[in-house]
């Protein structure tokens, strides 16, 4: 095997892979319905950019059933935003799903594999949520930016975002605050 030596213009039409997460001060991502209370106009416009400036979402399993069963059902409501969640592609990593609905795909093999051949295309990827997923493709490097709301409460329980045994040294890209007290942060790998 030879290393292949790639053309810096090249990468610029290689993908990206931005995870965005929602956590509280403890760390505890699922079920969010901690986070009503916090979200506002300033969050909803940062998550429209982030919907709207990527091509495809990649998803884990559990998330993508939620996302699948909710979305269709919240489109008028939610206007454009709606609009671009159910019509932009989506990847999914599953072993026990079959049958693709709602405009996904499922990977096949290796998730870590398909999701670095899915990099190597024009184009970007937004992961939404799947901590699992999160924490597979950080241990193999795989995630361009690290895009955290952490939210201004404690929980006490739950599934926490990052499992036991991952690792990544972090550079600090970004930071803003909401009125209402969310802290959105953006690191990159160091």
């Known amino acids: 095997m ?3 030596v790639v053309n810096p213009k090249e990468l610029s039409c290689m ?3 931005v995870a965005v997460s929602y956590v509280t001060l403890d760390g505890v991502f699922e079920e969010p319905a901690w986070s009503g209370p916090y979200f506002n106009d300033e969050l909803g416009a940062w998550q429209e950019r982030n919907l709207h400036e990527t091509d495809a979402l990649l998803l884990g399993r559990r998330t993508y059933e939620g996302f699948k069963a909710a979305w269709p059902q919240m489109e008028a ?3 454009e935003f709606g609009k671009r969640m159910n ?4 990847y999914v990593a599953t072993t026990s799903l079959t049958e693709p609905e709602w ?3 499922f990977l096949q093999g290796e998730v870590a594999d398909a999701v670095a051949k899915l990099k190597t295309e024009p184009g970007s990827l937004l992961l ?9 493709l950080t241990r193999h490097n795989l995630v361009d930016e690290y895009r955290i709301m952490v939210y201004p409460v404690v929980v006490g329980e739950g599934r926490k975002l990052w499992h036991d ?3 990544i040294a972090l550079k600090l890209a ?7 007290g969310v802290e959105v942060i953006t690191y990159v790998p160091a």
């Open 103 to 105: 405009n996904a795909t």
């Open 165 to 167: 045994g991952t690792k």
């Open 77 to 79: 409501a939610t206007g």
């Open 2 to 4: 030879t290393d292949r």
């Open 15 to 17: 993908g990206k892979l």
């Open 87 to 90: 019509s932009m592609p989506k």
């Open 128 to 136: 939404n949520g799947s901590a699992d997923l999160l924490n597979h």
């Open 174 to 180: 970004d930071t803003w605050t909401t009125t209402t």
